[in-house]
DNA sequence: TGGATTTGACCAGC
DNA sequence: GCTGGTCAAATCCA
């Protein structure tokens, strides 16, 4: 078995294991910030097993390079930033840059030696307001346009729900580097139109339309996480397909938890994920 | 008009 | 002096 491959089978096999403990954080009702927190951890993880999956070998050596700096962490450019990073993670994203749930306000954009794509600097919208010292780094791959390599600089102290601006990091970021920078601007206001509820869904997905045909989505209803837009607008609208079941290469048997293909009513989507208890009921048949 | 992005200037580390 | 990170005025857009 290739390297590469055995480095897969471990993310998936580490993904699985944080989703059993989110699954019974949820179910005991533990904090919602620890379960955000491995939320994103599975995210990263399909979001790097299915980038080695597809990537040719020049990119599974970006991606082993990340996996690298993330465990040096990163970032010894400067002594001042040295101190802030007690919490540098890089990921890598596929066609678009991943959506990490918090919401993100730009302050910069700087070519930089040796790449031929500019770096965008954002901080947490909540810098001011709630002294939130979150940053993110955002930057094309010079090897493979399609693939953002994100930089994490700091944690989040800010309590996520009161995020203003009803956008998504995913739309914030991407807008810099797409043809017309203010496409990206419009489409993350049109998702802000889309009525508000005080039930939203959260989506863990594998994000990128290549994949469509192995996608899994697990819904988790969340009656306190109040800005799920984002996740819905990039998901939704692309990547659900109607609801199967499936058998794994393992045998495991698992049902994909979807949503109509087209999503234009939100209450629809509402009622098609049920309550928090039927995914984690949904998980215990999983895992059980 | 307010909020967000753009972009040149400035600052600090090497 | 070079480079990366941040600031802030200008600009854009709903």
Not at 265 to 287: E, H, K, M, T
Request: aromatic share 8%; with cysteine.
């Amino acid at each position: 078995m290739a390297m590469e491959e055995k480095i897969v089978i471990n993310e998936l096999e580490q993904g699985r294991e944080l989703t059993k403990r989110l699954i019974n954080n949820l179910k005991h009702t533990s904090s919602i910030e620890s379960s955000k927190v491995m939320i994103s951890e599975i995210l990263r993880i399909y979001q790097n097993a299915i980038l080695m999956l597809s990537f040719k070998e020049d990119d599974k050596n970006i991606l082993k390079r990340s996996r690298e700096i993330e465990v040096k962490n990163v970032s010894k450019k400067r002594k001042e930033s040295d101190k802030k990073t007690e919490d540098v993670k890089v990921f890598v994203g596929k066609g678009q840059e991943i959506d990490d749930g918090y919401c993100w306000r730009k302050y910069g954009q700087k070519e930089i030696h040796g790449s031929s794509n500019p770096r965008g600097y954002f901080r947490c919208t909540n810098r001011f307001t709630q002294k939130c010292l979150a940053v993110k780094q955002v930057q094309r791959s010079d090897k493979d346009p399609s693939i953002f390599e994100v930089k994490y600089v700091g944690n989040h102290t800010c309590n996520n729900n009161s995020t203003s601006p009803k956008t998504t990091a995913a739309s914030f970021s991407v807008s810099m580097f797409g043809e017309g920078s203010r496409v990206g601007l419009r489409e993350q206001r049109e998702d802000t139109k889309k009525p508000k509820k005080t039930e939203q869904v959260m989506m863990i997905s594998l994000e990128d339309v290549e994949y469509k045909d192995i996608f899994r989505t697990y819904s988790i209803s969340n009656h306190e996480i109040e800005d799920g837009g984002g996740w819905k607008s990039n998901i939704f609208q692309e990547n659900l397909s109607p609801a199967t079941t499936t058998t794994s290469g393992s045998g495991m048997t698992s049902e994909i938890v979807t949503a109509p293909a087209a999503v234009e009513d939100w209450g629809d989507v509402d009622s098609y994920f049920s309550s928090l208890d039927n995914i984690i009921d949904l998980g215990q048949d999983l895992w059980s």
